[in-house]
């Protein structure tokens, strides 16, 4: 399986960028990383993907190392309403087609 | 947007009662994923269609649980005879199939088992 780790919990102050990271040592030439979040009481929702190149949209932003073995997804700007479990996945080539979910970071933000 | 639609939103039934738990999947999405999600065990991979056709229910246990997609638009989870650790919250994800793909979560179907 390829595996993913992530630290269990961060704090941020609102309005503070956060980097959350995460390694995945074991990631093949193909497979994809990708992030979701998930908020209270909610189902997971899709963040952002990559593959190689650092990656920005409009929620966030990836960066990945250049022997692809970690990656970070920043928020440039933690509101309040982005607390949630962060999950960092890889999916496709070796990974296979399904999510994989690990325990994920629990970003807490503080007003 | 289009959003993958579950009911009901929740079920609180008794031991012994089938559960029939039903997916909308975004309409073209051609890959269909049930995921069950509790406090001990996390976000857990129950059953995956492509096409309609299961191609992986691994995770789901055979003896009381099935899942189906009678057609592109519907995919349902039984569960027959419920147990009360069968109580969780019960995610449709949708999703095309290429490994770049993101999958969109439904709001989940929270079961509870008495």
């Known amino acids: 399986d390829a595996k993913t780790t992530q630290p269990n919990s961060m704090e941020s102050n609102e309005e503070e960028p956060v980097h959350l990271p995460c390694n995945h040592s074991t990631i093949s030439g193909t497979d994809y990383i990708h992030w979701y979040r998930q908020l209270p009481s909610q189902g997971p929702e899709y963040v952002i993907h990559?593959?190689?190149s650092n990656v920005n949209n409009r929620m966030a932003s990836l960066a990945i190392a250049e022997d692809r073995k970690s990656s970070t997804l920043i928020l440039h700007r933690a509101t309040l309403r982005d607390a949630a479990v962060y999950y960092c996945?890889?999916?496709?080539?070796?990974?296979?087609?399904?999510?994989?979910f690990g325990g994920g970071t629990r970003l807490m933000v503080k007003p | 947007d289009a959003r993958v639609t579950q009911t009901p939103r929740h079920k609180v039934t008794e031991m012994g009662q089938e559960v029939t738990m039903r997916c909308q999947p975004i309409l073209g999405h051609n890959t269909v994923f049930w995921y069950r999600q509790t406090m001990m065990q996390g976000l857990e991979l129950l059953a995956y269609?492509?096409?309609?056709?299961?191609?992986?229910d691994s995770g789901m246990p055979k003896d009381r649980f099935s899942a189906e997609m009678p057609d592109a638009t519907l995919a349902t989870l039984k569960i027959q005879p419920s147990e009360p650790r069968d109580s969780a919250v019960y995610f449709c994800?949708?999703?095309?199939?290429?490994?770049?793909?993101?999958?969109?979560f439904g709001d989940g179907t929270r079961l509870s088992i008495l």
């Open positions: 269609f492509r096409n309609r056709a299961p191609l992986d």
């Open positions: 996945i890889l999916r496709g080539g070796n990974a296979g087609n399904m999510l994989t």
């Open positions: 994800a949708s999703g095309l199939v290429e490994g770049w793909q993101p999958q969109h």
């Open positions: 990559g593959l190689t």
